[in-house]
């Protein structure tokens, strides 16, 4: 099945799509719904001839024909407690199939809206050209909304854990929501994706988050699903005045992911930070475009994506820097390191930077290497076999990674999951 | 302890090493010296299993096993050990988890358990002491930052912790100023005893007034072309290379 042909299929079982959605397609959610299903009519997947997809494509993905879901799934706890991330406290929020299954106690001055609660979600604005929103916005059955009321301070990470059902068949689920993180509030965000089941899955992700003055947020995103689990985000970060925004994004397994992240830094003296780690390994893909905006003077930017790839393994890196005119003493640093530790992985890596001010600091820069042979011999000559040799030079590459991300309690859960991917253990 | 026997290597089809003579005994220091280029630091090469380089011919025992035969990580847990005269930095691995990796692979190798970690701590710290090194270090990336004397002074914490048999010392004292010349020759000195023995690599005589050697050798033009005991290092010093080049000329 050619992406055309699933595209055509998709728009035929809108109306199945509708009218399982019991009587709520009068509402504002729904009927915006319904606009960006028949947009989709003028709108296609992405080719290599499509600038910003020009090494990724999700042809193998659905060329499965990956079904969209139109209705929430049972969630077999045990299974997701065993599958779980140990020896973290958090505030966990569910999500089946994109659809809000159940939460925790939230912490006082942390509220939470859904669409399938009875909300009125407001969804912010979409970009239309993009077939990823717009079938977001047609299939989405959820939204879900979060505030962190102003000047408060999270005390533990909140926990967004979206299942997706493959148990007989592949699905595709769309995954909705809006964070709002009020002034001088403090909050870190977990999010994951789990696939239950052996089929394809693909998990179609919008995600806009407001940072209001002064505010400090840190999102961390797992990707460490299953081999047949894919995955395409569009996370969008509004930055108020004094705020700070850190993402850190691990992509340790998956069939093909697609993160798209950009920061828009709207005022002055506001600090964004992405920080990234793909590990791959067989013919996992992983593609990360960043862009940082700077709109307004005084604002930091800081990036470092670093990868590993291994096996047949393919890695896209695209990071643009915006200063515009008005951003004077702007800083903004963008690295993207990268090591191939086999002969047949390859990455694709371009950072761009486009400056329209004067008075700024700016550096961008790329690297592409394989281990270093003297580093091996030095290592060799202390003891350390070739293998645990280029096992400890790798888990150092990365680590630098594990390292930036806050939440104390992931770190041993990260390190074990660098360890299993690597296929090595270090005391 | 360690016997070389017309040892001929060479790198991309140039011979460097051509036909090298040496025996080591325990206890004993052996220095090696010559002008650049005469194959000192290839020697050390071979020796600690640098694979750039092809053996043509000869053979090395070690202990009464045959050293070419061996990886350069079964050399280490053998017993031998070279301080590398460029040490190179390893950004991300802590010398504390490095020294752990290689202590234990060693043990592992002769049968031993992991060290237990208030062993480990104990020891780390007695030979951080033995060559000055703040423990603070202990925390750093492996020679990430670190100035020429640190990186030296390393080599040697790194020789006190896997107490080799054979430490082969590659131009350690090159880039000294006296007083880390001093902290890494202290260091050697304390580390020596009747079981095990040095071979030091210099090309300054200035080293030998500390480290003090049992027999000196000049390496030249791939070949040991005379021994000695410390004052054939005092002569070079004195006079040079060049009266040797002339006695092995024959006359015209």
């Not at chain 2, 802590?94 to 002769?110: D, E, L, Q, V």
């Not at chain 2, 002074?153 to 020789?159: C, G």
Request: charged share 25%; hydrophobic share 35%; aromatic share 8%.
């Amino acid at each position: 099945m050619t992406p055309k042909e699933y595209k055509d299929q998709l728009i035929g079982q809108y109306t199945e799509f509708k009218a399982a959605q019991n009587g709520r397609a009068n509402s504002d959610f729904q009927k915006q719904g319904e606009q960006f299903a028949q947009s989709l009519g003028q709108l296609d997947f992405p080719t290599k001839r499509h600038e910003e997809w020009k090494y990724t494509t999700l042809d193998r993905v659905l060329k499965k024909w990956p079904k969209p879901v139109f209705k929430s799934a049972p969630i077999d706890h045990f299974w997701l407690a065993q599958n779980g991330i140990s020896g973290i406290q958090t505030v966990k929020v569910i999500l089946a199939n994109g659809i809000l299954d159940r939460f925790d106690k939230l912490p006082a001055g942390v509220t939470l809206e859904a669409y399938s609660l009875g909300n009125q979600v407001e969804v912010a604005p979409t970009d239309a050209t993009d077939i990823f929103e717009n079938i977001n916005r047609a299939f989405a059955v959820d939204s879900i909304k979060i505030k962190v009321a102003a000047n408060t301070v999270v005390p533990i990470p909140i926990k967004i854990v979206n299942v997706l059902d493959a148990t007989h068949e592949a699905v595709f689920a769309q995954r909705n929501v809006e964070i709002e993180v009020g002034k001088n509030a403090e909050v870190t965000f977990i999010e994951r994706q789990i696939t239950k089941g052996p089929n394809t899955s693909l998990a179609n992700g919008l995600t806009h988050i407001k940072v209001d003055n002064n505010a400090q947020v840190k999102h961390l995103v797992l990707q460490n699903d299953g081999d047949n689990a894919s995955q395409v985000n569009r996370t969008y970060v509004d930055q108020n005045r004094d705020s700070v925004y850190s993402n850190y994004v691990f992509s340790l397994s998956g069939e093909v992911i697609r993160n798209n992240l950009r920061i828009s830094l709207n005022a002055e003296n506001t600090v964004g930070n992405m920080y990234g780690l793909y590990l791959l390994d067989g013919k996992e893909h992983v593609d990360n475009h960043t862009v940082v905006d700077h709109r307004l003077p005084n604002c930091e930017s800081n990036e470092l994506y670093k990868g590993v790839l291994n096996g047949y393994s393919t890695g896209v890196f695209n990071g643009k820097i915006f200063v515009r005119q008005d951003a004077q003493k702007t800083n903004a640093y963008q690295q993207n390191r990268n090591l191939l530790i086999s002969d047949h992985a390859t990455i694709n890596t371009k950072p761009q930077l486009e400056i329209w001010a004067d008075d700024v600091k700016c550096s961008h820069g790329c690297t592409v290497g394989q281990l270093d042979e003297e580093q091996l011999f030095y290592l060799r000559s202390r003891g350390i076999d070739t293998n645990s040799a280029r096992a400890l030079m790798i888990y150092a590459f990365a680590s630098e990674i594990v390292e930036k991300q806050p939440v104390e309690a992931l770190k041993e859960y990260l390190f074990n999951a660098i360890s299993k991917k690597l296929a090595f253990n270090l005391e | 302890m360690l016997s070389i026997k017309d040892l001929h290597a060479s790198v991309e089809g140039n011979e460097i090493l051509k036909g090298i003579n040496l025996e080591v005994k325990p206890g004993e220091v052996h220095a090696i010296m010559g002008p650049n280029g005469s194959g000192k630091s290839t020697l050390a090469s071979v020796l600690a299993g640098r694979d750039d380089y092809e053996i043509s011919q000869g053979s090395v025992q070690f202990d009464g096993i045959d050293l070419l035969e061996l990886s350069p990580e079964e050399r280490s847990r053998e017993g031998l050990f070279l301080a590398f005269q460029y040490p190179v930095e390893i950004p991300g691995v802590s010398n504390t988890n490095f020294m752990k990796a290689c202590i234990n692979a060693k043990r592992k190798h002769h049968g031993q358990d992991p060290m237990k970690p208030h062993e480990f701590l104990k020891m780390i710290k007695e030979k951080a002491a033995l060559v000055d090194l703040d423990p603070q270090f202990l925390h750093r990336s492996v020679n990430e930052g670190f100035s020429g004397g640190e990186k030296k002074r390393n080599e040697i914490f790194q020789m006190a912790m896997l107490e080799p048999k054979l430490g082969i010392l590659d131009e350690t004292d090159s880039g000294l100023d006296i007083d880390a010349l001093k902290v890494v020759s202290n260091g050697v000195n304390a580390l020596r005893n009747e079981k095990n023995a040095f071979v030091v690599i210099t090309h300054y005589q200035r080293l030998l007034n500390y480290i003090v050697p049992d027999f000196v050798h000049v390496l030249y033009k791939g070949k040991i072309v005379k021994s000695g005991d410390k004052s054939l290092a005092l002569e070079l010093e004195e006079k040079g290379y060049d009266w040797i080049k002339e006695e092995l000329t024959p006359a015209q």
